[in-house]
C-alpha cells in the first residue's frame, strides 16, 4: 500500500505540532508503570469524529480500537453529543448517587427495551462504579448473597477486570481463588480436537466436576463467562455449548452470569451475544458501550436474587447524568438502526476477506471473530523458531494413541445430542475442506493432513493423533504488525494468551469504504511485517510484559 504524506489517514509522519513530544516525554515520566495502551500507541489524540482520530502530529488514524470497544457509534457521534449537550443545557444535576431523574428513567427503560426475552419482564438493574469490573464485583456479591454460597465457576483465558474479585475470576489471577473451567476454542483447543467434540469435551468435564462429590469443588455460588472471549484471544463460544451451560447451570441451581462488557451493544452482531444461542442469564454484566463513551456500568438480574439489603453494594459515581443520556442514545441508534444486524454482514464479510488472504501466509495461524469482533492470530510456522516465553508447537495439548490428541478414546462423538453432527464424517452438515497453502501442511502437493487451521473445518473424526497441532504464538510478530499498523495510520489492539492476536473492534458506524480501508492496512501491515521478521528472525515485542488491558 502506498504511504502519503499529507497526513490523511495512511500518511507519513509530518511535522509534529509544538509541545508534541514533551507530552509524550511528561506522561512516560509522571504516569504509573502499569500504563498499557500508551506504550504501543505513542500518539497524542486532539480531535475525533467516527473512525477517525486525528494526533498531535498532525496524522490521522482509523480506529480500531474504539475504546477497547466502547464507542459503538465511534468518536462524538452526533446523537451522543446532541444528548449530552441537552443535560448540560438542562441545568439538570450531573451526578446524583441513586436518585431517581427523568434521564435515569428514560435509560434504564431504552436498556429494559433491548433484554434477551425472559429476562426484560423480571429484570433489576443496580448501578454500580463506572467500570465494568466494579459490575462484575457486584455480580458476585448478588450471587453470593442470593445463594448463600461462595464458590464461583469461571473459564480458562477469561478477562473481568483488574479488581481483586474480578481478577480472580479472570484467566491470569495469580491466586486461584475459582475453580477454572476449560473454554472450547477451535485452534489451540485444549483438549486437542476442536470443533464440537472440543466443546462436548468440554461440557462433560464441568459436569463431571459439579456431580462428582470428590471432586473437590462444592455447589458454586455461580458461573460467569463472556460469550466471546476478547482479552483472551477473540474466541466466541459455540451456541450449542453456551446453551449447554444454562442447562447444566439451571439444573443445578447455579446462576449464571454473562459478562456482556465488550460483546454487547451490537459488537458481534446481535445486540447481546448471549442472543446468539437464544439464552437468558440469570445476571447480565454490562459496561463500556451502554454509556454512549463516558463511564458507566450495571447488572441487570432476575428479580427473585434481589435478596440484598440497603447498601450492600454501592459506588459515589452511579449515578452519572451524562452518561445516562449518552448511554440512551446509543442504545436507542443502535437499535432502531438495526447497527447489530449490519455488524454481522460487515463482519462476516470482513472474515472471509481476512481468511482468504491468511490461506497465503503461513504466518497467520487462525483467523475468528463475531460481528465485529475480529482476531487474527499470528504464529511461527517453523517448528524451531519459537520467541522467548512462548510455548512450544502443541505445548499443553497431548499427542498420540490414547491421549487427549485420539477421539477415540473418548467414544463416539456421533448422536451425542448437544453437540450434533460432531462425530457424523461426510455428513451433510460436515463443512467442505477448506484446502491450505501450497506447500503446507494439508495444501496442494502434500500428505493431505490437514495443518492447524485447515483442520478447524475437518470432519471431527480426522481430529486424531495425525493432526498436527497449532504452531507456537508469535507475539513478537504481533507487536511489529500493530507498528506497521501505526506507520498506515491504522491503530489496532493486542490480546490473547500470549499477546499474538491482532485484534479489530471497529465501531458500529463503519462504512464500507471504511472497512476496506482497514483491511487493506492490516494485511499490508502484516505482508511488511512477515517480512521483516523472515529477514531477520523472531525477537522480544518492544514491550514484552503485556498485561490485560483494564479497558
Not at 492470530?377 to 499443553?396: F, N, S
Not at 506447500?439 to 493423533?465: E, K, N, V
Amino acid at each position: 500500500m502506498a504511504v502519503g504524506t499529507s497526513g490523511e489517514p495512511g500518511g507519513a509522519f509530518g511535522e509534529a505540532r509544538p509541545g508534541y513530544e514533551g507530552i509524550l516525554r511528561r506522561q512516560s515520566a509522571r504516569e504509573s508503570s502499569a500504563r498499557t495502551y500508551a506504550r504501543a500507541l505513542p500518539i497524542v489524540p486532539v480531535r475525533a469524529r467516527g473512525l477517525t482520530i486525528e494526533g498531535a502530529d498532525g496524522r490521522r488514524y482509523l480506529d480500531c480500537l474504539s475504546g477497547a470497544g466502547t464507542l459503538a457509534l465511534g468518536h462524538n457521534h452526533p446523537v451522543v453529543l446532541e444528548a449530552v449537550r441537552g443535560v448540560l443545557d438542562s441545568g439538570a444535576p450531573l451526578s446524583v448517587l441513586d436518585l431517581a431523574t427523568p434521564v435515569k428513567d428514560a435509560f434504564v427503560t431504552e436498556l429494559f427495551r433491548t433484554l434477551p426475552p425472559g429476562l426484560a419482564d423480571r429484570a433489576r438493574v443496580q448501578f454500580c462504579g463506572p467500570a465494568g469490573t466494579d459490575a462484575v464485583e457486584a455480580a458476585l456479591k448478588l450471587v453470593r448473597a442470593a445463594t448463600g454460597r461462595t464458590g464461583v465457576l469461571a473459564f480458562a483465558g477469561a478477562y473481568h477486570g483488574m479488581t481483586a474479585g474480578a481478577l480472580a475470576a479472570s484467566g491470569g489471577a495469580p491466586d486461584v481463588q475459582v475453580a477454572r473451567l476449560p473454554y472450547p476454542q477451535d485452534y489451540r483447543c485444549p483438549f486437542g480436537v476442536g470443533g464440537p467434540p472440543g466443546a462436548e469435551l468440554a461440557a462433560r468435564w464441568t459436569e463431571s466436576l459439579l456431580d462428582d462429590p470428590k471432586s473437590g469443588v462444592p455447589l458454586p455460588a455461580g458461573m460467569i463467562l463472556e460469550p466471546v472471549q476478547g482479552e483472551g484471544g477473540v474466541i466466541p463460544a459455540p451456541d450449542d455449548w453456551l446453551r449447554r451451560m444454562r442447562r447444566v447451570t439451571a439444573d443445578r441451581s447455579i446462576p449464571l452470569i454473562a459478562d456482556e462488557v465488550q460483546t454487547g451493544v451490537g459488537r458481534t452482531g446481535a445486540f447481546w451475544a448471549v442472543d446468539h444461542s437464544g439464552i437468558t442469564p440469570d445476571v447480565m454484566v454490562l459496561s463500556k458501550a451502554i454509556g454512549g463513551s463516558l463511564p458507566l456500568a450495571v447488572i441487570v438480574y432476575r428479580d427473585d436474587l434481589d435478596t440484598w439489603q440497603p447498601g450492600a453494594h454501592a459506588g459515589t459515581f452511579r449515578g452519572n447524568q451524562l452518561a445516562m443520556a449518552a448511554g440512551t442514545a446509543t442504545l436507542a441508534y443502535v437499535r432502531e438502526n438495526a447497527l447489530a444486524e449490519r455488524a454481522a454482514v460487515l463482519g462476516s464479510r470482513m472474515l472471509t476477506q481476512l481468511t482468504d488472504f491468511a490461506r497465503e501466509y503461513a504466518c497467520v495461524g487462525d483467523v475468528r471473530g463475531r460481528g465485529l469482533m475480529i482476531g487474527v492470530e499470528l504464529v511461527h510456522p517453523e517448528p524451531d523458531r519459537r520467541e522467548p516465553g512462548a510455548p512450544a508447537r502443541g505445548a499443553g495439548v497431548p499427542e498420540g494413541p490414547g491421549e487427549a490428541g485420539d477421539p477415540g478414546d473418548f467414544g463416539d462423538f456421533r448422536g451425542a445430542g448437544d453437540f450434533g453432527g460432531a462425530g457424523d464424517v461426510g455428513g451433510a452438515d460436515e463443512p467442505a475442506w477448506s484446502g491450505g497453502r501450497p506447500g503446507a501442511p494439508g495444501g496442494p502437493g502434500t500428505s493431505g493432513i490437514p495443518d492447524a487451521r485447515t483442520a478447524r473445518t475437518a470432519p471431527a473424526a480426522f481430529m486424531g493423533p495425525a493432526a498436527r497441532p497449532p504452531y507456537p504464538p508469535a507475539p513478537g510478530l504481533a507487536a511489529a504488525v500493530q507498528r506497521e499498523c501505526l506507520r498506515r495510520g491504522l491503530i489496532v489492539e493486542l490480546g490473547g494468551r500470549h499477546a499474538s492476536v491482532v485484534r479489530l473492534l471497529p465501531p458500529l458506524t463503519i462504512s464500507d469504504e471504511q472497512a476496506t480501508a482497514v483491511l487493506d492496512r492490516l494485511t499490508d501491515a502484516i505482508t511488511a511485517a512477515a517480512r521483516d521478521h523472515e529477514a531477520h528472525g523472531p525477537h522480544q515485542p518492544r514491550h514484552p510484559d503485556h498485561a490485560p488491558h483494564a479497558g
